[in-house]
């Protein structure tokens, strides 16, 4: 029998993982009327003190004028995915993003488009959540197909936005977001060839509608991860 009080301690990596991932996210996510509660709520999840020192800053200096600065329309940065992509169409990353998030039955948040850092980077964490629940259930086969599910999700679809959005927050962005940047690449892994923004994928891109795509190379196909197409 577990015990509520004595976690299985190979969950607390993971779990540990999880909330750098969420503050992560929380900061690149616009700072909204209870931005600062959810950073609050998560100081006491984080155990290295650069991501602890990156929560107490981001409350201090965020605020939502900054952030469209930032990130907005006018803004220097581009933290879309679609704005990286140097393989596919808009249509095809999306869909490709929208059957990852359903087949380990996540929600984005209605606030960012699907393809944002920020979602990205929730999805993270919520598959290192999900590594975590099945090292309790001591199921082994989804442990291992979320395992899989995120060092894909990580190599594809994070690194491509993290190590761009770092370089131009290097250039043109707020020390507290460069440092967030620079954790969520380092996170992601190696840093991807240098891809041109994608222009054709800005906002208001009639091409961003084209949703409705069939398999092409290059996507991941997260079906071979789910054999049973399940979700975990």
Same mark, same amino acid.
């Given at each position: 029998m577990i015990s509520a009080a004595q976690p299985v301690p190979e969950l607390v990596p993971h779990l540990e993982r999880a909330a750098e991932w969420r503050l992560l996210s929380?900061?690149?996510s616009y700072p909204g009327e209870d931005w600062n509660r959810s950073i609050r709520l998560l100081l006491d999840c984080l155990r290295e003190e650069r991501?602890?020192?990156?929560?107490?800053?981001?409350?201090?200096?965020?605020?939502?004028g900054l952030w469209m600065s930032v990130f907005g329309p006018a803004g220097p940065v581009r933290a879309r995915a679609v704005a990286w992509e140097g393989r596919l169409q808009p249509g095809y990353l999306l869909a490709a993003l929208s059957s990852y998030y359903g087949a380990f039955a996540y929600e984005p948040p209605a606030a960012e488009p699907p393809d944002h850092l920020a979602v990205l980077l929730d999805f993270a964490a919520w598959l290192e959540v999900k590594i975590a629940y099945a090292i309790l259930l001591r199921d082994r086969e989804a442990e291992g197909t979320a395992r899989r599910a995120l060092e894909t999700?990580?190599?594809?679809?994070?690194?491509?936005?993290?190590?761009?959005?770092?370089?131009?927050? &290097?250039?043109? +962005? !707020?020390?507290?977001?460069? =440092? %967030?940047?620079?954790? #969520? $690449? &380092?996170?992601? +892994? !190696?840093?991807?060839?240098? =891809? %041109?923004?994608?222009? #054709? $994928?800005?906002?208001?891109?009639?091409?961003?509608?084209?949703?409705?795509?069939?398999?092409?190379?290059?996507?991941?196909?997260?079906?071979?991860?789910?054999?049973?197409?399940?979700?975990?």
């Open positions: 929380q900061v690149f991501f602890r020192e990156l929560a107490r800053t981001a409350m201090s200096a965020s605020e939502p999700f990580l190599s594809r679809f994070v690194a491509p936005v993290a190590w761009p959005v770092f370089r131009q927050l &290097e250039q043109a +962005g !707020p020390a507290f977001l460069a =440092a %967030a940047a620079c954790l #969520a $690449a &380092e996170r992601s +892994g !190696p840093e991807p060839e240098t =891809a %041109a923004t994608a222009t #054709a $994928a800005w906002p208001g891109s009639e091409s961003l509608e084209d949703l409705n795509c069939p398999d092409t190379p290059g996507v991941v196909q997260v079906e071979s991860l789910l054999p049973d197409r399940r979700a975990l």
